[in-house]
């Protein structure tokens, strides 16, 4: 953690939502002329889309069918590690994009731009530990956001068949390949989060293989836990949402379409605080 330097991280797996998380913040940015630096997680992918093509078919010919863009193999961890330790000692590092309308390929790696207040990541592995690397250690503020599991498919399915083209039995096939790095290093991660957003949809998804539609956010609610409630002001949040209500004492729970303003509401106080503390941290130098 660094208070000159802050980072922040959103984590989530492939139609999760993370997108629509980043949208938020960036507008909680604009308003606040809080000047950031986003990191994609696409960009540290080992392979762009056409090498990634190659080796899971040398993958699946040595019989390994869990080949995915969620594990280690696939992924610069060492270098996302490596940007996060660099980011939070001195306020720069590297970085490129990944390029999904033109073919999957990554831009050269460049520079990150001087002078920012903070890096701001979103994508996979905000928050992976394993034996080598300790991504989690570094994010002032991890978030993790996570549908229950049957919602999430049903968005990669249409994102992925609208979107991209794959027809279902594709999207099926990249689900079941994934499954032993989901669970390996994707979920573990939202239990080293500060806060958890989850989507739960109040239809019936019991088959998402079939879903005709995606439920929408007023079908749904989001569960909000929070790591360390202390310094939360829960009457508040349910003063300011209506409709919400506490399910634990670190846990509230609003209706799906009031997500964006518990966002407004929860992280502008974070980043007032970031910005609090790299003031007086810079003014000590």
Not at 7 to 16: E, K, L, N, V
Not at 61 to 77: A, E, Q
Not at 88 to 112: I, S, V
Request: proline residues 6%.
């Amino acid at each position: 953690m660094s208070e000159r330097h802050p980072i922040i991280a959103i984590t989530g797996s492939s139609g999760a939502g993370t997108t629509s998380v980043t949208r938020t913040f960036e507008n909680i940015f604009r308003r606040e002329k809080v000047k950031s630096v986003v990191i994609e997680g696409d960009s540290f992918h080992r392979y762009d889309r056409a090498e990634m093509k190659i080796r899971m078919a040398e993958a699946e010919k040595v019989g390994n069918k869990n080949f995915s863009h969620f594990g280690p193999d696939t992924n610069l961890f060492e270098e996302l590690e490596a940007l996060f330790r660099t980011y939070a000692a001195t306020g720069t590092g590297k970085r490129r994009r990944y390029l999904h309308e033109k073919d999957g390929t990554f831009t050269p790696w460049e520079d990150l731009p001087a002078d920012t207040d903070l890096l701001f990541y979103e994508g996979l592995h905000g928050g992976v530990v394993t034996e080598r690397v300790n991504i989690a250690h570094y994010p002032d503020l991890l978030i993790g956001v996570v549908p229950v599991i049957n919602l999430e498919w049903i968005q990669k399915l249409w994102r992925d068949k609208s979107a991209r083209g794959y027809s279902a039995e594709a999207v099926t096939d990249t689900i079941l390949r994934r499954m032993p790095d989901y669970v390996n290093y994707i979920c573990p991660q939202f239990s080293r989060t500060h806060v958890n957003f989850q989507r739960v949809p109040c239809v019936d998804t019991s088959n998402p293989f079939i879903a005709r539609e995606i439920p929408a956010p007023d079908e749904s609610f989001v569960v909000i836990r929070f790591a360390n409630p202390k310094g939360i002001d829960f009457p508040y949040l349910l003063n300011m949402i209506n409709d919400s209500f506490m399910s634990r004492a670190n846990t509230i729970v609003v209706p799906g379409g009031k997500m964006e303003l518990a966002m407004q509401l929860i992280f502008t106080p974070f980043i007032w605080r970031m910005m609090e503390r790299k003031k007086r941290a810079s003014s000590a130098l």
